[in-house]
């Protein structure tokens, strides 16, 4: 199997190499408080960025596995029950039908909820 390694990650790399080689003669030869303090301000930073890029890194990697899969256990449980309630609505619609083919029972007229149009004068009745 071959793994070709893009040329972006190989240039990060080589910036972080050159970063840390700097970063350890300042601290080796400085003779400065400034540069001490300058030198673990940009390993805070690095860590940091290394922190935020590995989470994205990983988020990237767990989509491509996780969009390569079939589906997951909720989606088959949510596409079996949508399937069951066509056939349960089918059987209602069924049932009903020979309800009201039966003599002797009409269908129930549901009243429709009307609004509060409130008083006359355009207040609501309280």
Not at 21 to 50: D, E, K, M, Q, T
Not at 86 to 91: G, Q, V
Not at 96 to 104: E, Q, V
Request: hydrophobic share 50%; charged share 20%; proline share 5%.
């Amino acid at each position: 199997m071959h793994i070709q390694i893009p040329r972006l990650y190989i240039v990060v790399i080589l910036i972080a190499v050159v970063f840390t080689v700097v970063n350890l003669a300042i601290l080796s030869f400085g003779n400065s408080v400034i540069l001490w303090i300058s030198g673990i301000y940009a390993w805070v930073g690095v860590i940091l960025l290394a922190l935020i890029g590995s989470l994205l890194i990983g988020m990237y990697i767990s989509f491509r596995v996780m969009a390569l899969r079939s589906f997951t256990p909720f989606e088959k449980e949510m596409m079996e029950m949508r399937v069951e309630v066509s056939e349960l609505k089918r059987t209602a619609e069924g049932i009903r039908a020979r309800l009201d083919a039966m003599p002797g029972c009409e269908p129930i007229e549901m009243p429709v909820p009307q609004k509060d149009k409130g008083s006359e004068d355009g207040t609501r009745a309280k």
